[in-house]
């Protein structure tokens, strides 16, 4: 059995018992019936992913920023060069970058993981080596990837929560690849059956010509899926080595039962990919943030999860992600910390 299947198999839905004695414990506590708001779901949501309630506090959280280049980069869909995805692998290695500013404000742990850069980095702190190969195929010609690249970059993903999630409470969605919303929109629109003008953004700020040509690119490799519906299939075909990675997060962190907090549109791409190959591991994910990109509140509303922030955000590497959990770990604190009506001593309404 491959470490793929095994994960799937270890991953089981969320525990409805410890979810119930959480509403009944907010309930309980000293404040109005459901006042905490989206906060109260969040709680409840710790509670039956740890099967505990209370659930243990989601600290320390660590982001996890997979990188991989793009073929898809030849077909003029961003105005960025290629080699500014290894240099940001740099950049974060060096601690350099808006994802490490805010990882050090909130006390969280940034991995840097090379799953298909073009360039070679070289060694530094905090930079994991997991190259599966130089960067995809061009998706508008053909397959990104082959099958077997795609179930091992998956598998990287796995591994990776794994690792983390042995000495961390919360895990964090993020990324980094020139192109990437491309082969973003392509999954959102292959998953979630929305129209490519609809699901295609304009990424780091692209022209009205490159927004047409980036539309028309997602179109051609559609047209080559032809309605296949097997996940990795669809993956190999117009996904990202980083999306792979980011989906086989999702799962190891799931079948760890340690929460993941998703990022924007590349987390939420590959969130439907993880959701396709195991429907549960979804019931262990928070919505950091809906994204500028368009293709991220389709993919949200396809996966039925509600972002806890809207601030406008397109930056990926895991920013809006970081900024929202502080927001899950203050539900888990209030959900253990905040007396009940009955031990404080306090009257309750009539």
């Known amino acids: 059995m491959s470490l793929l299947d095994e994960t799937i198999a270890a991953v089981a839905p969320r525990d409805p ?3 119930r004695a959480a509403r009944e414990r907010l309930d309980r506590m000293t404040k109005p019936p459901g006042s905490l708001g989206v906060l109260e779901d969040v709680a409840a949501q710790l509670a039956g992913t740890a099967g ?11 982001v996890a920023v997979f990188a991989g280049d793009h073929g898809v980069h030849a077909q003029g869909v961003t105005l960025w060069p290629q080699e500014v995805t290894a240099q940001m692998v740099a950049n974060f290695a060096a601690g350099g970058a808006v994802v490490n500013a805010f990882a050090a404000q ?4 940034v991995v840097v993981v090379d799953v298909g850069v073009a360039a070679p ?11 599966v190969r130089r960067g995809t195929a061009d998706l508008a010609e053909g397959p990104a990837m082959t099958p077997d690249e795609a179930r091992r970059a998956v598998e990287v993903g796995i ?16 990324d980094m690849g020139i192109t990437n919303t491309t082969a973003s929109a392509a999954l959102v629109c292959a998953f979630t059956g929305a129209a490519p003008a609809e699901a295609t953004g304009r990424g780091t700020g692209v022209d009205d010509p490159t927004l047409a040509r980036k539309v028309a690119v997602v179109e051609r490799a559609l047209a080559r899926l032809d309605g296949e519906r097997d996940p990795l299939t669809v993956l190999a075909e117009v996904g990202g080595l980083e999306h792979a990675a980011l989906a086989g997060f999702v799962l190891g962190a ?15 791409s590959a969130a439907l990919v993880a959701a396709a190959l195991c429907p549960p591991a979804l019931e262990h994910a928070l919505a950091g943030h809906v994204s500028a990109e368009p293709g991220h509140a389709l993919a949200l509303r396809h996966l039925g999860l509600r972002p806890l922030l809207g601030l406008d955000l397109r930056l990926g590497e895991g920013t809006g992600a970081l900024l929202a ?13 905040v007396a009940t009506f009955d031990s404080a001593g306090v009257t309750e309404k009539a």
């Open 17 to 19: 018992a410890a979810e």
């Open 52 to 62: 505990a309630c209370p659930p243990p506090l989601p600290v320390p959280a660590a």
């Open 106 to 109: 909130l006390g969280a742990d």
């Open 121 to 131: 980095s070289g060694p530094a702190p905090g930079l994991w080596d997991r190259n």
């Open 159 to 174: 591994e990776v929560a794994t690792a983390l999630a042995a000495d961390h409470g919360c895990l964090v969605t993020g």
């Open 254 to 268: 799931a079948a760890a039962r340690v929460p993941v907090v998703l990022d924007g549109v590349i987390a939420g």
């Open 325 to 337: 959990s502080p927001l899950v770990a203050s539900a888990a604190r209030a959900l253990a910390d």
